[in-house]
């Protein structure tokens, strides 16, 4: 997704199976199975499978930041449909990335919950000022319904399921 944080959210990754790189602070950890990464709210990240063969299996799990009651923790799960669902739709470029239309659309829906820090901040304000209107105009939404349930492209792992608490059924 590019380097970004979360203004109001802690998020933590657990590696399950293979290995996730990230940049935490500017610092770059390789993570292995069982081993797991704690972001705090308003700290520059980015992270990405290690690997060029083997998939990685990360749980990733979200919370309020403390004085954030303000905040819907599930807006985070809802984004991430979104930019899951448009990629399995091919609506993404090469880098996963939504179109910039629909990423300026997305990007102020969603400020609450990420902000990237490229381009800066001012030049951000200033695209998204101009993208998004034109964006919505054309028909592009920060939210799919569709894509704001389970997208069933793949049966998931029984072990990933049990370390996130949850039963295949």
């Given amino acids: 997704m590019g380097e970004h944080f979360h203004p109001f959210i802690v998020e933590k990754f657990t590696v399950l199976k293979g290995r996730l790189d990230a940049r ?4 770059i950890q390789s993570l292995g199975p069982g081993q797991s990464a704690t972001v705090e709210a308003g700290v520059a990240h980015d992270w990405w499978n290690g690997s060029k063969t083997d998939e990685a299996h990360v749980l990733v799990e979200v919370e309020r930041a403390k004085g954030a009651e303000h905040i819907d923790p599930d807006r985070f799960e809802l984004l991430i449909g979104m930019l899951f669902g448009l ?5 993404v470029d090469r880098k996963g ?3 910039p239309l629909q990423a ?3 990007a102020r829906e969603f400020a609450d919950v990420i902000v990237f820090t490229q381009p800066p901040a001012a030049i951000q304000r200033v695209a998204l000022a101009i993208l998004e209107p034109l964006g919505r105009w054309l028909g592009y939404r920060a939210i799919i319904p569709n894509y704001c349930k389970p997208h069933a492209h793949v049966t998931p792992d029984p072990d990933v399921l049990a370390a996130a608490g949850l039963s295949a059924e």
């Fill in 97 to 99: 990335r939504p179109f």
């Fill in 24 to 27: 935490i602070a500017g610092q």
């Fill in 87 to 91: 990629a399995n739709d091919g609506r």
């Fill in 104 to 106: 300026a659309v997305i």
